[in-house]
């Protein structure tokens, strides 16, 4: 079974200033995990992902994401947030062994502060 | 380009009218998949399908049917739409489930 809990449904934050959106996950093996991303009234786009290489994923746009196993954490950091970076988010696990279904976060929804 | 395409983008229908949202890629992915996006519960997998004629239900396929009889196209059916069925829908394709998915742009379907 694998499952995925993003702990914060929206964030503010002012422009220029860090980023953190926080996500924690469940798998009974081994994970892969992503995080992706969707502007207002667009598709949804890649912005880094984890499949047991290192542990900490750089991404597009600045983004960077760090896997904890002793935490079961998977969050997703930037150290300057910029307009551009208003969207929701969405953290997605999928186990590396049992089934093919990957299983979404609820979302986290970035508002920036001008 | 390569791209993920649905239609049609936008659809007002009524109770019990069969309709087909159809979803194409021209990326030669194994994996194509469908999904339901409601305010609150992020994105649910309805169906997904590993290659032609493979399907398998994801988290929420009540009332929907799927079809994979070429590599490129994997449509969505609603035999019989109900109001709970109004959603936005989003096709993605890969590689594989663990790889980079492709999101198509997006259905928006009202069940009156």
């Known amino acids: 079974a694998q499952s995925v809990t993003q702990l914060d449904s929206h964030v503010s934050v002012s422009e220029g200033t860090p980023v953190l959106l926080r996500c924690n996950y469940s798998s009974s093996y081994s994970p892969s995990l992503f995080w992706y991303v969707q502007h207002p009234n667009k598709g949804l786009q890649l912005l880094l992902k984890?499949?047991?290489?290192?542990?900490l994923v750089k991404g597009i746009n600045g983004f960077e994401a760090e896997f904890k196993k002793s935490e079961t954490s998977f969050h997703l950091t930037k150290p300057s947030a910029h307009m551009s970076d208003a969207a929701e988010y969405f953290c997605?696990?999928?186990?590396?062994?049992?089934?093919?279904?990957?299983?979404f976060g609820t979302g986290t929804r970035l508002t920036i502060i001008p | 380009e390569a791209q993920v395409t649905q239609n049609p983008r936008y659809l007002i229908t009524v109770t019990g009218k069969k309709l087909t949202v159809t979803c194409s890629q021209n990326m030669n992915h194994e994996y194509m998949s469908w999904y339901r996006q409601d305010p609150g519960l992020g994105l649910r997998q309805i169906y997904y399908?590993?290659?032609?004629?493979?399907?398998d239900k994801g988290d929420v396929p009540e009332g929907y049917k799927v079809s994979r009889k070429e590599k490129r196209n994997f449509p969505l059916i609603l035999e019989s739409p109900s109001p709970n069925q109004t959603s936005l829908y989003f096709c993605a394709s890969s590689s594989g489930p663990r790889k980079t998915q492709y999101f198509g742009p997006g259905t928006r379907l009202l069940v009156l």
């Open positions: 984890y499949t047991s290489a290192a542990t």
């Open positions: 997605v696990v999928i186990s590396n062994f049992g089934n093919e279904k990957l299983t």
């Open positions: 399908s590993m290659n032609v004629e493979v399907t």
